[in-house]
């Protein structure tokens, strides 16, 4: 007859790939990100400068600039969450590994 044991085995080996997978997916879409905000950043900047002969109303981003709140933005969001879903891959591959390991 199977034991408990031998059969929580396999679904933790499972689990574990599933976590490890997890990691890397979130860690690649967190790479992504961050190289799409740097191009973003750069076309921003380059905006700002030919703006500067538009009249002050139609300085779009150069209003944003000054008006947006550091918190509330979509950067700081999919940062966020992106490292949530990071740290909550590492908790459970862990959890899975302690399990394979007793």
Request: charge should be positive; include cysteine; glycine fraction near 4%.
């Amino acid at each position: 007859m199977l034991s408990t044991r031998s059969l929580a085995r396999p679904f933790f080996c499972c689990l574990e790939l599933f976590f490890a997978f997890y990691l890397v997916l979130s860690f690649v879409f967190w790479l992504a990100d961050t190289r799409s905000k740097h191009l973003l950043k750069l076309s921003v900047d380059a905006l700002l400068e030919m703006e500067a002969s538009y009249q002050e109303k139609f300085q779009l981003f150069r209003i944003d600039k000054t008006s947006r709140s550091a918190v509330s933005r979509y950067t700081v969001a999919i940062g966020t969450l992106l490292g949530v879903q990071f740290v909550f891959g590492l908790v459970l591959a862990g959890y899975a590994a302690c399990q394979l390991a007793r």
